[in-house]
């Protein structure tokens, strides 16, 4: 352990498929509470530098901090019990359990549980706990998703596109509940397309491109800056990169 | 609707109803029915059979119906089981019920051996565990080991033949393998379990050391299986080595399984039951239709009833209970 003051360090993380370089030396630091957005074109990288850090896929090479231990090929059960914990593109609840027994389960396996009454009023589940899985809208299955994640006490979540398909007022209300997830220190690698939702959660950017890093800063710059537009906006292939 | 507390009572209360009692009827009901069976049924070998199935299926329910792996190679763990407890016997003179445990064990150690299997998934899995099966059996009926196992002659076990008591052995493992499923199905071990069914990557983010608890269900599965060949070999008395390595105990205890429900206590029980009835009544009735009925039977399984007996029952339950809604 050291006195670093960072929370998440990730160092120079390389993934290959094969013969193709799906991420490429990418490093980002983050500290208890922030919020980080992470953007690109599809296919730039992001859900597999999720992956990476959350321990599916094994790193060609870089290293994974956590609090200053090395996590790096952890295996996800240990990475998830150690703090780090994500969302998915797509839900992914227990289809045979209730709402309340998908966060049980992370309860169970917790090594500080917290209660589930309070987790399932965070994500504003409180009233579905008994219901199942096929009688939630993609957007509280998300939620449910986000739930599981917080039954783990976690230090750091990845919150992969929450905001794609929700209405203006839904977009709003879980912009707030990250806010909120913030304030209580848990920092937020945010991954979305949305600029506008973006903007309401997080103050800065990293942006992907072909697995590389192609801008970190403050989302307003990202906005104006040249590189970023051309990826964007310029029909750059991404898998020809 | 209940409030969450008020689920946690009513989960509570109901989870301490159901770990009593319901349990206590599906493992009562089965055995009790064994019980007084013989006094209507005479062929005792029969049923004994039949009561080696039903554990066989509970068996399979547990590593299928709850962590989605089809076992084909399930086979291995019964006639490793076979053996075990039959050498045990013959060598060093152990009591059979002393043995058919010890058989268990070797069943479990098995298991814990092909425990590298689990980084297959699906087909491949099933495939893996059939050839590790093939492959136990290509080693114990090896003349070459005659001297441990009596190689491709078998064992003959005709000293410790006790009708009666492999009979009660069979209904006690029976009633061991229903309280198992029993267990796991109301655990905390059992949500589990289903989690990591619906979706492995997702219950190790959700902190589930998946390869721990999956593994803890194998074992779990392969002592039945090898205690269930255990009371095969005492039970039959003589017996050679492709009798207890018989893909087609895996192929029925599955069928069983499935024709009953897996993820359910009851299904395996009233699913091996009644189609080893319909297998044994067809088999001496009609042999020459044979294959044609018994395949015809899991043709129309598949197609009208893919969930099981329990889960035709539950949808049609549940219609009924919507329609009920809808009138009033």
Known sequence: ?241 | MPSITEIDTIQSTDSKMKKLVGPAIATLVPVIGFALAIHVYSNELLLTYMAIYVALAQGVNIMYGFTGYLPFGYFGFFGIGAYVSGLVMLDYNFPPVLAVVIGGVGGALVGAILLPLFRLRGAYFAIGTLAASEAIYTIVANPSLQSVTNGPYGLNLANYYSSGMAYGSAIALVAISIIAVSYVRGSRFGLTLKAIRDDPYSASMAGVNVPRQRFYAWLISAAIAGMAGSIFGWATSVFYPQAVFDSSLSVLAIVFALFGGVGSVWGPTIGAILLYSVYNAIGISNPQYFQLIYGAVIVLLVLFAPRGLLGFWNFIAQKLSSKRKKND
């Open chain 1, 1 to 241: 352990m050291t006195d670093s003051p960072v929370l998440l360090r990730i160092e120079n993380l390389t993934t290959v498929f094969g013969g193709l370089k799906a991420l490429s030396e990418v490093s980002l630091e983050i500290n208890p509470g922030q919020a980080i957005g992470l953007v690109g074109p599809n296919g730039s990288g992001k859900t597999t530098l999720v992956n990476t850090v959350c321990g599916l896929y094994r790193p060609a090479s870089g290293r994974v901090i956590l609090e200053g231990t090395d996590i790096t090929g952890h295996r996800p059960h240990s990475i998830a019990r150690a703090g780090i914990n994500r969302t998915f593109q797509i839900p992914k609840p227990f289809k045979d359990l209730s709402v309340y027994e998908n966060v049980k389960v992370s309860s169970i396996h917790s090594r500080n549980p917290a209660p589930i009454e309070e987790v399932l009023a965070r994500v504003n589940l409180r009233e579905f706990a008994n219901h199942p899985i096929s009688e939630l809208t993609a957007s509280q299955q998300k939620r449910l998703d986000l739930a599981r994640a917080l039954a783990l006490e976690p230090k750091i979540i990845f919150v992969d596109e929450l905001a794609a398909g929700l209405t203006p007022g839904e977009l709003h209300e879980v912009a707030e509940m990250l806010k909120q997830f913030q304030a209580f220190g848990i920092a937020m690698i945010v991954v979305e397309h949305l600029m506008g939702f973006l903007e309401q959660v997080v103050a800065s950017v990293l942006v992907l491109s072909a697995g590389r890093t192609i801008f970190t800063g403050a989302l307003r710059n990202a906005l104006a800056d040249e590189e970023v537009k051309r990826v964007f906006l310029g029909g750059e292939s991404d898998a020809g990169n």
